[in-house]
């Protein structure tokens, strides 16, 4: 679980660093291209819309509106005046307004709304923007000489009659125009042209009304620049259309720079990418070849040649501190370190199994020949001369035989149940059912047995039942094994008490004799299949699978047993089993 959080948190903060590297150089190359291609856009199509920015741009300062420098030098290098005026019409703010424009320091209604309506102010161009940043509502005017403005206004004084060119001075009129390469346009109210003077080249494709707005809101996308100047009198608008030296044909240079701009950025992440992917590559790469050669002499066995000395030289630096492009994986090595050392610790013990498996089988063999020798010794004695023996004699043969045969009756039936419960949940069928109940009916049992009146048996349970899950007939060959054992091994006049309770979630049984107990030895050994001590001489009081039968019924019950014991001074065997 920690080399998977760490893993995860690995390559998630890596690719959250590389996304949010991405993301910041793109939004910090939109900005600069976007604010680039916005600065040339109003530098070039200054004053049109350069207002909103100036109003939005404005911070207030000691009570004092104020303005970016940059805004400052880009008006005064233009040769124009700011003002901001309040919503009592007074003038808060003004920039470049030296005495020489004349300037008004506040303005009335009429003022105001003749300025919106003919966006002139005596003889300047206004541009005008109203603006609510300051809580209250500002408006920001900006002022300029426009030459041929105050050369339209100079003909149409000069040259004007009724709002129209006089026919006598259309001839003059026209070769000035064409000594400029420009063209007036004179449009009634209902938008019909009335006059046509000049070059003829702008007749076709300046007349059209959303033209003169475009040309208006972007000349230096275009060829022509325009002023108009209206006549209150008449409702007559003249057009002039001049050349643009900087305009061109109309043309979309946001879309085309920005295609641009993307192509050039994509390249570049590709070519970031290049290196960023080689590295990674040879980053995680590198460890996996390394466990590859793990595998192939693990395959082989050579379980002490985890790490070559070349390996080791990789993974490890001088001081034994583990290199940076390996620390990411330093549990999968210390887990190969593990593994090698438990598949090593596996084959000793595989080997230690074999020898202890044929120990087993050749003891399996000795008790086995025993009881058969006694027995087929018998049958000799008594299929040669059965008439020499007496009654008595053939009474101990005939006891003696029974008792070997019970005995390998026994053993067989304990190999038996051993394989069995090797099947697991397989041969157990858990049910509810009461301990205490099953306890004292093991009790009780031995208690009424007449054939061991030497033996004192005591219980000690609860009134109420003690419910678990269990399976009752394996639970009972339980009881019958250590209540036997303890009948079996102990001499006459032994205390036997089993008592049976519940502690936290957990049911107990404990069988405490003051018997003769078991040596450190024994005690050792005791849950070993086949083992009974090293007292040869009692092969026939039982088949030594007792307790390890005894021991896998509880593991099989998710329980656990415990022992403890010393010579001469009882034994305590206690079993756990959940509620």
Request: a negative charge; proline letters at 4%; aromatic letters at 10%.
């Amino acid at each position: 679980m920690k080399i998977q959080q760490r893993m995860a948190f690995h390559f998630t903060y890596q690719l959250i660093f590389y996304a949010l590297l991405i993301l910041a150089i793109t939004l910090v190359a939109c900005v600069m291209f976007f604010q680039n291609m916005t600065n040339n856009e109003l530098r070039r199509n200054f004053p049109v819309g350069a207002l909103q920015p100036i109003a939005q741009e404005a911070y207030s300062k000691d009570g004092t509106i104020r303005i970016s420098p940059e805004w400052d030098k880009l008006i005064k290098e233009k040769g124009m005046w700011l003002q901001v005026v309040n919503a009592e019409g007074e003038v808060i703010y003004a920039f470049n307004t030296s005495p020489h424009y004349a300037l008004p320091t506040s303005y009335s209604i009429a003022q105001l709304l003749d300025i919106q309506e003919t966006r002139t102010l005596g003889t300047y161009a206004i541009h005008t923007q109203l603006n609510f940043a300051f809580n209250e509502p500002l408006l920001y005017m900006l002022g300029y000489h426009s030459p041929e403005l105050d050369q339209l206004v100079a003909w149409f004084d000069a040259y004007g009659q009724h709002g129209i060119v006089r026919s006598e001075a259309v001839p003059l009129l026209d070769q000035r125009l064409r000594e400029t390469g420009s063209y007036l346009q004179v449009i009634d109210p209902g938008s019909h042209i009335v006059q046509g003077i000049g070059d003829g080249a702008y007749v076709q494709k300046a007349y059209r009304l959303l033209d003169i707005l475009a040309i208006q809101q972007s000349p230096s996308n275009y060829d022509t620049n325009i002023v108009t100047h209206r006549d209150q009198s008449s409702g007559m608008t003249w057009i002039l259309y001049t050349p643009n030296a900087e305009g061109g044909p109309l043309k979309h240079p946001a879309l085309d720079t920005a295609t641009r701009g993307l192509v050039w950025f994509a390249g570049l992440i590709l070519l970031l990418a290049v290196p960023v992917s080689i590295w990674h590559g040879y980053r995680y790469g590198q460890p996996l070849i390394l466990f590859a050669g793990w595998f192939e002499r693990m395959g082989r066995g050579q379980y002490d040649q985890v790490l070559t000395d070349k390996d080791k030289r990789k993974v490890f630096r001088r001081n034994g501190t583990m290199r940076t492009r390996y620390r990411l994986y330093k549990e999968v090595i210390e887990s190969f370190y593990q593994m090698t050392h438990q598949l090593a610790q596996t084959e000793k013990e595989r080997e230690r199994l074999e020898k202890s498996q044929a120990e087993w089988m050749s003891g399996i063999s000795h008790d086995l020949r025993t009881p058969l020798s006694t027995i087929q010794g018998y049958g000799y004695m008594l299929e040669s001369l059965p008439e020499q023996w007496s009654q008595e004699e053939m009474r101990i043969m005939g006891s003696t035989i029974r008792e070997k045969g019970d005995y390998m009756l026994e053993l067989i039936s304990d190999f038996s149940m051993i394989h069995q419960l090797k099947q697991g949940d397989s041969i157990m069928e858990l049910r509810e059912m009461d301990l205490v109940e099953l306890v004292r009916c093991s009790v009780l049992k031995y208690v009424n047995d007449v054939t061991i009146p030497q033996y004192q048996f005591l219980y000690v349970g609860e009134e109420l039942p003690l419910l678990v899950k269990a399976d009752e007939i394996w639970l009972q060959r339980l009881m019958d094994n250590l209540l036997s054992n303890a009948v079996k091994h102990n001499p006459p006049g032994v205390s036997i008490t089993v008592s049976v309770g519940r502690m936290n979630d957990k049911a107990y049984i404990r069988v405490i004799d003051n018997g003769k107990g078991m040596d450190e030895e024994t005690l050792h050994h005791l849950f070993n299949r086949y083992y009974r001590g090293t007292n040869t001489e009692e092969s026939t009081n039982g088949s030594g699978l007792g307790m390890s039968i005894a021991k896998t019924i509880v593991e099989s019950h998710d329980g656990e047993i415990q022992v403890q014991s010393k010579v001469w001074q009882g034994t305590k065997i206690e079993i756990w089993l959940p509620c």
